[in-house]
């Protein structure tokens, strides 16, 4: 149970920072535009 905890906890870190990698390249991309 203790380690299943451990594994969603680090998925959910994982996803956080490709979630903020696309939006970071979104930004970038969008200020590219300019």
């Given at each position: 149970?203790?380690?299943?905890?451990?594994?969603?906890?680090?998925?959910?870190?994982?996803?956080?920072?490709?979630?903020?990698?696309?939006?970071?390249n979104k930004?970038?991309?969008?200020?590219?535009?300019?």
């Open positions: 149970m203790i380690n299943n905890h451990k594994f969603s906890a680090y998925r959910l870190v994982q996803q956080t920072k490709h979630y903020s990698n696309a939006h970071k930004l970038i991309n969008a200020f590219k535009e300019f």
